[in-house]
């Protein structure tokens, strides 16, 4: 009886459908293509690719009205979930990308003997974990958005599934993707029990009083285990022969839309969760970038497959969208190092996207 006088009494929470229309309509998506694959005749599955674009085609409009309105920021779940204009530009982008990843995929998944209906349900789901990941502003949030679009992307590395290179690719995307999880979910840990709380906004107030080396060490693990996610060296050893192995759609999606979701929880958790932290992670992206710049462009040129080139590309250019991390807690500089970012993963997603349609 003392317990529940004491208990707060249940509030509703406040639900705004317009900011969560993006998602909602990708749910939909999903559920339609996963019935239709159910039902629809062999001879018929390659409706399965139009409903999957049309799908993202619907959940970008909610994204344009988003974009086009007056509101430039709405909070939901007591600040755990936030549109602004960020999300808004990050959503936009996961979505045209996918758009394209399908494209792509049309003829390659057609002339495969896999079944096609799980490709475009990996697809879209993992798409819909980039979209979440970009409102996410709670370390549990952010963590279940990152794995709901790395478990589809784990499975699609193998989506060939009597290509031995294609499982290596999985396997390996799979295990160092795991080791990745472990290191960043044990940082989170830390960093809940020192602080008590999840939420970004309130971890950054804790930290900002007094960084001792236990608060040191939680945010340290949780920048390497997103240096795995963006493949930063030396945590790269599994985009190679990922990239190599996938299908080469898949090869597109991991290089752009995956790579971006990890820069976009990376610099959500930095520029939210850990301002007043930048004396740890500064030095740390300073040396992550300088590495990968450097290590990524040399062994680029070693490389006869294009493929691997390409990845070894790709991880060079993590590099430099890394550099602006490296200055961004000095002061009077977070705000032009977080449009620096934002800009060159723009360019990089448009430009890499080309190359893997030609």
Not at 116 to 134: D, H, K, N, Q, T
Not at 167 to 174: I, L, P, S
Not at 281 to 290: D, E, K, R, T
Not at 298 to 309: E, F, S
Request: proline share 3%.
């Amino acid at each position: 009886t003392a317990l529940s006088n004491a208990a707060a009494p249940w509030v509703n929470p406040t639900i705004d459908y317009h900011a969560l229309a993006p998602e909602l309509v990708l749910a939909a998506g999903l559920c339609v293509v996963l019935l239709a694959d159910l039902f629809l005749d062999e001879s018929r599955k390659w409706v399965l690719s139009s409903l999957a674009g049309f799908s993202l085609l619907a959940a970008v409009l909610p994204v344009l009205t988003l974009g086009l309105s007056d509101v430039n920021m709405r909070s939901m779940f007591d600040g755990r979930y936030v549109v602004d204009n960020f999300s808004i530009v990050m959503k936009a982008m996961f979505l045209i990308a996918g758009y394209v990843v399908v494209l792509l995929s049309s003829s390659h998944v057609e002339e495969g003997e896999y079944w096609r209906g799980e490709y475009y349900f990996l697809l879209l789901s993992s798409i819909l974990g980039m979209v979440m990941m970009a409102s996410a502003r709670d370390l549990v949030s952010i963590f279940v958005a990152l794995e709901f679009l790395s478990i589809p992307a784990y499975m699609l590395a193998a989506w060939r599934k009597r290509d031995i290179k294609s499982n290596e690719a999985g396997v390996k995307y799979f295990l160092l993707g795991v080791f990745a999880s472990a290191v960043m979910l044990y940082g989170m840990s830390l960093l809940y029990g020192i602080t008590g709380s999840t939420k970004l906004v309130e971890i950054a107030s804790y930290l900002g009083s007094d960084l001792t080396s236990l608060r040191a060490l939680a945010v340290f693990f949780i920048v390497v285990g997103f240096a795995f996610k963006v493949s930063a060296v030396p945590f790269h050893t599994w985009a190679p022969d990922t990239y190599q192995g996938a299908p080469t759609p898949v090869t597109a999606f991991l290089s752009v839309a995956s790579k971006t979701a990890g820069f976009v929880a990376l610099v959500t958790v930095v520029y939210v969760g850990f301002p007043g932290s930048s004396e740890v992670w500064q030095p740390v992206f300073w040396i992550l970038s300088a590495l990968t710049m450097t290590v990524g462009n040399v062994l680029a040129l070693k490389q006869t497959n294009i493929v691997r080139m390409l990845a070894y590309s790709s991880i060079a250019q993590g590099g430099f969208i890394l550099m602006p991390l490296a200055v961004a807690g000095e002061q009077g500089v977070a705000e032009s190092a977080l449009r620096a970012v934002v800009t060159y993963l723009l360019v990089y997603a448009a430009t890499n996207l080309g190359v893997f349609a030609v």
